[in-house]
């Protein structure tokens, strides 16, 4: 059945003000990344547990998904949530499949950590089967403090598997995170997080992404992020240039006009070529970051595989 007409009929579990969750029949659970070794991804396999993410980024670059689902990348991205109905049985014979020597990324596209992992904690059911695993290689992405919550497993995975964990930081400035990550935990909590995750012996990293041209691309900017994620306990930094799909655009583009007017035009010129930034200023940007993470120390790159945006049409989600 088209993913589409399942999300059609899928079930309301629960209707907030304005945020409704839903279940999803899951087809699968581990989607592999096409390409083989000549995908630019940094792993082999993914899992998203939710489609939709409440943190409603203005940048979100997985807005995109919700259009297969015949729904808009803008308001129903950020409200309409699905949650995979749990199956630990498909799950762990899923699991099973994938080689040892590949990587898992958790959270790809979407916040495996999002509100709604506070109701299903399907995250953490994953992560129950995976502490009862041993050497793999996984690799978890968030932006949510709430990843505390699992601090316990995340020991236990570690101690048996090659774990790295980055949580993504793009600016120290709580009101500028507010504008641009509006339903987002503040930043500092976020390194709180890192600090329990560092003290645990989990491997952690910090993503500064997306930089966003003249918003939060200052050496400034950035060197206060490494500082305070070095101090939190954090093994590495990277970061990459905003890479704007059309779906996307068509949110961020007008929250830019609404609240950076000034540079809405450039923006728009810029990215009227293609998703990516093209020339000096990604290189730029690549020296500056690498000249901060020698400055702080933030070199472990085991800590946080360097993310590459993955492509559209890869497989980020299992259906
Ligand atoms: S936390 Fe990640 S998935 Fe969620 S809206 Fe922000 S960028 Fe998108």
Not at 7 to 13: D, G, N, S, V, Y
Not at 114 to 123: D, K, S, V
Not at 194 to 199: N, Y
Not at 234 to 260: C, D, I, S, Y
Request: glycine fraction near 6%; charge should be positive; hydrophobic fraction near 40%.
């Amino acid at each position: 059945m088209p993913l589409a007409e399942i999300a059609a009929k899928a079930r309301l579990i629960e209707a907030k003000t304005l945020v409704e969750y839903r279940e999803l029949p899951a087809k699968r659970w581990i989607g592999r990344i096409a390409g083989g070794e000549s995908s630019r991804a940094p792993f082999d396999w993914t899992i998203n547990p939710y489609r939709g993410c409440e943190y409603a980024c203005r940048y979100c670059y997985a807005r995109y998904t919700h259009e297969f689902m015949d729904l808009s990348p803008g308001d129903d991205f950020d409200q309409q949530i699905f949650a995979k109905q749990w199956s630990r049985s498909a799950f762990v014979s899923e699991l099973a499949r994938v080689p040892r020597r590949e990587a898992i990324g958790l959270g790809t596209a979407t916040d495996p950590y999002q509100p709604a992992e506070r109701r299903y904690g399907i995250t953490r059911k994953m992560l129950e089967v995976f502490a009862q695993d041993s050497g793999r290689r996984l690799h978890i992405g968030t932006k949510s403090d709430l990843i505390r919550r699992d601090v316990d497993l995340l020991e236990q995975i570690a101690h048996r598997n090659q774990l790295t964990v980055h949580v993504t930081v793009t600016t120290m400035d709580a009101g500028l995170a507010r504008a641009l990550e509006p339903k987002a935990p503040r930043p500092d909590l976020r390194l709180d997080a890192v600090r329990v995750l560092a003290a645990a012996g989990v491997s952690v990293g910090i993503s500064v992404s997306p930089i966003l041209p003249g918003i939060n691309d200052s050496y400034h900017s950035l060197d206060t992020i490494a500082r305070a994620a070095s101090i939190a306990g954090a093994q590495h930094l990277w970061g990459n240039v905003l890479f704007l799909k059309p779906a996307t655009k068509g949110v961020f583009l007008p929250f830019l006009q609404e609240r950076f007017p000034q540079l809405a035009r450039a923006y728009q010129q810029a990215y009227s070529q293609g998703a990516f930034l093209r020339g000096e200023y990604p290189d730029l940007i690549a020296r500056r970051i690498e000249q901060i993470r020698i400055s702080h120390g933030l070199l472990r790159r085991e800590a946080s595989p360097e993310a590459v945006y993955l492509e559209p049409q890869m497989p980020l989600f299992a259906a």
